[in-house]
């Protein structure tokens, strides 16, 4: 089936850097989501991105539908302590059917 | 607007016992998805129910089961529970059909000892 890679699989910054993480497959998707997980909850829908080559910001977040359908992109500037969690990517398989979750990358901010 | 909520928070079961989880969708809301999210690990989808029928199932072993009401609520049940089945259980709900953004619930978290 199909499956998505996310990297880094974590990683540590200080605040007040921007962050960028992926999300990559060899299959193609129609739809990419971005969530966010904190510790013990659900994760919460960041951005959504339906075309190929939309660039959708949400605050602090960026995020951009890759022109190949198989890859999507997350940056976030600036970065606070709040931000750290769990980011998700998402994609929608080609039946159009169901989201497909990447493993996660896990990010901390250090002050 | 209430979120997607589900009981309870918390649940603890021996190995060989049931388990019933609870899911109530966003107002509107006629699909919800069940995920398994084991400890430090990604999201596993689980079944999709849209209308009140099953739509799609993921790869896991028919002790995992579950229904949706006529209001869109869903109950996900797990039979002979063995200690990996303790993980965070997440739903969420869409709009009807596939493809449609999906908004999580704060998740159950179920232990099996």
């Known amino acids: 089936g199909q499956q998505l890679n996310q990297s880094p699989q974590s990683m540590f910054i200080q605040e007040g850097e921007d962050v960028s993480m992926n999300c990559t497959s060899s299959?193609?998707?129609?739809?990419w989501l971005w969530y966010k997980q904190d510790p013990g909850e659900g994760p919460v829908l960041l951005i959504a991105?339906?075309?190929?080559?939309e660039l959708t910001s949400n605050g602090r977040l960026t995020a951009q539908f890759g022109i190949t359908r198989k890859d999507s992109f997350l940056n976030i500037s600036a970065s606070i302590p709040s931000d750290v969690g769990i980011y998700f990517c998402?994609?929608?398989?080609?039946?159009?059917?169901?989201?497909?979750f990447g493993p996660g990358t896990r990010l901390s901010v250090l002050p | 607007e209430a979120g997607v909520t589900q009981s309870p928070t918390h649940l603890i079961k021996t190995r060989g016992q049931q388990a019933t989880l609870r899911c109530s969708p966003i107002?509107?809301?006629?699909?919800v998805y069940w995920y398994q999210q084991a400890l430090g690990l990604g999201l596993q989808f689980l079944l999709w129910?849209?209308?009140?029928?099953?739509?799609n199932r993921g790869n896991f072993p028919p002790r995992f089961s579950g229904r949706q009401f006529p209001n869109y609520s869903s109950e996900l049940n797990v039979n002979a529970l063995e200690l990996e089945d303790s993980a965070l259980y997440l739903c969420?709900?869409?709009?009807?059909?596939?493809?449609?953004?999906?908004?999580f619930g704060p998740g159950t978290r179920l232990t099996v000892t």
């Open positions: 998402a994609g929608l398989d080609n039946y159009g059917q169901n989201f497909v």
């Open positions: 299959s193609i998707f129609n739809t």
């Open positions: 129910y849209d209308e009140g029928e099953e739509r």
């Open positions: 107002s509107g809301h006629t699909s």
């Open positions: 991105l339906y075309k190929a080559g």
């Open positions: 969420a709900s869409s709009l009807s059909g596939g493809g449609a953004v999906q908004y």
